[in-house]
């Protein structure tokens, strides 16, 4: 292969991709209820358009993008809407969400799909109907597309429009499976992000150990120009700046982004998405997912938004013994879940029932000692071990001195770390931090302004009334204003006094009229 | 020579530029070190330092007058941070002036408020708003936790609730699998 360049650090992992990726992408079941989250994406959640009670159609915009970074969340199939309640959805914190809860009714009746004709189109037009459709990016970042298809202000003109193919997770193959199938459909998307785009070259970057995802890509793209290359399979070639440099040996400005070195990146599975969206009128209803690990047929599910987990690993088999842990995404940058009560989101690429052995092993952290193996294979080139001391002593400004914001979080230096040190929880942790500090100090200064502004109010206000007293002293002192004013007030305490002891004391009230 | 004499003219003409841009850019309004203090201070205006809110205790650190570890809600990193700022040593809160506790927010049962107003015009940020003899509501978004309500109001209506979590504001925490190291103010208080 030509043009190919190496990028800093990285790992070899242990491969587990033929447990998954042997059979077709399968549809499971219509499952009888469905949890459709308002917060899928990147940015502001989607505001809700229905009401409990409501009936849906397959298809219909139940949520609807709120500012400019955000997307629409639509029904996934047809049917009544029961609830608009916190639900507990995948997110490392267990916590609830705000979920649209559907109870289908068994027809899935789609809304009148249209297709539209993107070349006639303007492209800003083109751009709110693929955020209408609630395109996302499906790598599992879910950035909304739609805002990566502008360009204006970034970049004179695109370079390299990459798509990612390289599904570098020890795991996942959920995007393998949809570059060996539905390559025409993918290309027919790249069709339309570089009519948007117009970039001077299209490279599909796919790690060379699915030969066959390449071979169905090169076949697909025969003809058009755009070219398909193989990159070595190394952890985490498919993070966008490892992409980037593999392809283009370019690398973005620390603080830059890829379009200032005239980069753009969609993953395979959303140009897939923007093909369905722009020729098909169908919006963002279902996701491939990968469901793997101990689990008794291990495969690729095209599942609906919002079919809970447990039944996805019921499609599957169920769990197989040695199950330890259920992890969303994969074993390098996944997170646990403390329930598989949850529903697929479009950011959920791959459900891995890991067992022992799949994981580090839970071992005590012992002090570092200083080895820098995790200096070597840090692909943003960083220093994770200063970075660690640095967000272990919550030294944060040194931490942000050092690049903390450039990680990406892959989880190679903890791979490695001999002392087995969980180094990129502390960077969560530190970035976690950093965010709420700089939240409070907003507020902080937002209290301090008001505060301001009510001392500069009570002291112009006491100067009138200062003013107005000089005025009429001699008038002042016989009338007895503030006598008449404190009467009101004690009766209406007096009032309200009873009236909350009466609310208060409702159990002896209740069970005194049971008895009468 | 002309060259010389041009550059260094068109040196001089930089560097001027550079320095009104300077003060315009650089500006800082009263005492620069009575700034940086009130900075550091949460602004919860609560006076439980002694004074009648940040601005007044940070004049009075400045003055060396106050003591650094006056201000609960500040807590243990405030301390540090100011510590930090001063040259000084960190020490523990003075448990005179209370303690650090999780910020909490005033909700007003909205049922049984009378409307006096008497909230109103204790909240130092104007957080609390109504009109008399119509219920008082508190804006969460600007109310600073500083409990300066609770007291005025005859009716005992006000609570403090915790913050609620979501998914929004949950954080990751120190990863528990080893011991933290001990922070500078326990180091000195031990
Ligand atoms: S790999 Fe672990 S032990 Fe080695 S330097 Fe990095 S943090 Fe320290
Ligand atoms: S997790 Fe961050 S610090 Fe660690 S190797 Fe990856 S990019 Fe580097
Ligand atoms: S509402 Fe009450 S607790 Fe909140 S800032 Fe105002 S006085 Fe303080």
Redesign the pocket.
């Known amino acids: 292969m030509s043009g190919l360049f190496a990028f800093h650090?990285g790992l070899k992992t242990v491969r587990h991709k033929t447990e998954s990726n042997q059979t077709p992408i399968q549809t499971p079941p219509l499952p009888p209820r469905l949890l459709v989250p308002l917060r899928q994406h990147i940015g502001n959640p989607a505001k809700p358009l229905i009401q409990p009670g409501d009936r849906v159609l397959k298809g219909q915009m139940i949520g609807q993008a709120d500012g400019y970074i955000s997307a629409a969340v639509h029904a996934p199939t047809s049917g009544v809407v029961v609830a608009l309640e916190p639900v507990p959805v995948p997110h490392p914190s267990g916590l609830a969400d705000w979920c649209v809860v559907i109870d289908s009714d068994g027809e899935d009746r789609w809304i009148d799909r249209q297709a539209v004709d993107y070349r006639q189109m303007h492209p800003s037009d083109l751009r709110n109907w693929i955020r209408n459709s609630g395109v996302v990016g499906l790598g599992g970042a879910v950035f909304p597309s739609a805002v990566k298809m502008n360009l204006s202000g970034h970049c004179e003109r695109l370079e390299h429009l990459i798509l990612n193919g390289a599904e570098c997770e020890p795991w996942i193959t959920c995007d393998d499976r949809i570059m060996r199938e539905r390559a025409a459909q993918i290309v027919a998307g790249i069709h339309i992000l570089a009519h948007l785009l117009n970039p001077r070259e299209v490279l599909i970057g796919i790690e060379d150990d699915k030969p066959d995802a390449i071979a169905a890509m090169s076949a697909a793209c025969a003809g058009t120009g755009y070219q398909v290359r193989a990159v070595p399979t190394r952890y985490?070639s498919g993070d966008v700046k490892q992409l980037t440099k593999l392809l283009t040996n370019k690398e973005a400005p620390i603080k830059g982004r890829s379009t200032d070195i005239g980069v753009q990146c969609f993953n395979v599975a959303t140009a897939y998405s923007v093909h369905r969206a722009v020729n098909h009128g169908e919006p963002v209803i279902s996701r491939i997912v990968t469901v793997t690990g101990h689990v008794r047929q291990p495969g690729n599910v095209e599942a609906l938004i919002g079919t809970p987990f447990s039944a996805l690993i019921d499609w599957a088999g169920g769990y197989r013994e040695g199950a330890e842990r259920l992890i969303m995404g994969g074993p390098m940058m996944g997170f646990a879940l403390h329930s598989d009560e949850v529903p697929v989101t479009k950011a959920a690429n791959c459900i891995l029932i890991a067992g022992a052995a799949d994981l580090p092993a839970e071992q005590p952290a012992l002090p570092c000692i200083r080895c820098g193996a995790?200096v070597e294979?840090?692909?943003?080139?960083?220093?994770?071990q200063q970075?660690y001391w640095h967000a272990r002593a919550r030294e944060f400004d040194k931490a942000q001195d050092d690049q903390l914001f450039?990680?990406?979080?892959?989880?190679?230096?903890?791979y490695v770390c001999p002392s087995h040190i969980p180094?990129?929880q502390y960077?969560r942790f530190a970035k976690n931090e950093i965010w709420a500090q700089e939240k409070e100090k907003q507020k902080a200064e937002l209290a301090r302004q008001r505060h301001q502004a009510r001392v500069e109010r009570l002291e112009r206000e006491k100067q009138e009334r200062e003013a107005k007293l000089r005025q009429k002293a001699p008038a002042k002192a016989a009338s007895p204003v503030g006598e008449s004013a404190q009467v009101p007030l004690e009766t209406a305490v007096a009032r309200a006094r009873s009236a909350r002891e009466s609310v208060t004391a409702p159990a002896t009230a209740d069970s005194d009229a049971a008895q009468g | 020579m002309i060259v010389d004499i041009f550059s260094l003219g068109l040196l001089a003409a930089a560097s001027g530029l550079l320095l009104g841009f300077a003060a315009v850019r650089f500006k800082v309004e009263g005492d620069p070190i009575v700034e940086q203090i009130d900075s550091i201070l949460p602004q919860t205006q609560c006076g439980q330092c002694g004074y009648a809110g940040c601005r007044p205790y940070a004049e009075a650190i400045a003055a060396g007058e106050a003591d650094i570890n006056q201000c609960p809600p500040g807590g243990e990193g405030g301390v540090i941070a100011l510590a930090e700022l001063l040259g000084r040593d960190p020490k523990p809160l003075n448990p005179e002036n209370g303690a650090e506790k999780p910020k909490m927010l005033a909700v007003i049962d909205e049922q049984n408020c009378i409307g006096c107003t008497l909230c109103l015009q204790a909240c130092p940020v104007d957080a609390i708003l109504g009109a008399a003899k119509h219920m008082h509501t508190v804006i969460a978004r600007e109310c600073t936790g500083c409990e300066l309500c609770l007291a005025p109001c005859p009716v005992d209506c006000i609570d403090m609730l915790p913050v609620a979590q979501n998914i929004g504001t949950w954080k990751w925490s120190y990863p528990l699998s080893m011991p933290e190291p001990r922070r500078a103010a326990e180091q000195v208080a031990a």
């Open positions: 650090g985490p995790c294979v840090c692909p943003a080139n960083l220093l994770p970075l450039s990680c990406i979080e892959c989880g190679c230096c903890s180094l990129v960077y």
